[in-house]
């Protein structure tokens, strides 16, 4: 497998280079920059992520667990009358339940990121690139998979004459 780096100058270059290889219809991009550049998602045209609605999950898992949790340790396993309350006396229940809702939504914060970015990655061929290792203190770069259906050459080769890329490099694995 083979993946085109490309350098540009600033992040406005790279988010026109991001454009520019999305609208000609290259799938396998990526982009690498020290910080986040407002509109990248717009320019790649990236789905909405799916971590949202995994914290959600988690928080409802916490925070029916948690509640059901007490009601039973109360109301069913350990009767106890205290001071006359109903066994099911659920504003006593409230912080435990938030307590667990915000315990379960960090987890699955923390797991599902893990998840969806297939994170450990211990091995990514684009390491052995010299030129990519300044991408997290001043470098600007856009890699293109060789083995994207719509790959081809001339047409990347005319992409670049016309974003006046910095720097080209090639990457094998």
Known sequence: METVIIEFDNPAHLLEGAKAFTDAGYASTETYSPFPIHGMDDA???KPSKLGWIVLGGGA???SGGFLMQWWMSAVDYEIIISGKPFFSYPA???????LMVLCSAFAAVFGMFALNK???HYHRLFKSNALRTATSHG????VDVQDPNYDEKKVTD?????NAKLVDRVED
């Open 159 to 163: 992409l670049l004459t016309k974003l």
């Open 93 to 99: 229940f409230i912080p435990i339940t938030f307590e």
């Open 119 to 121: 994170l450990p990655e």
């Open 61 to 63: 898992f916490g925070l």
């Open 44 to 46: 790649m045209q990236l």
């Open 140 to 143: 600007f770069f856009l890699s």
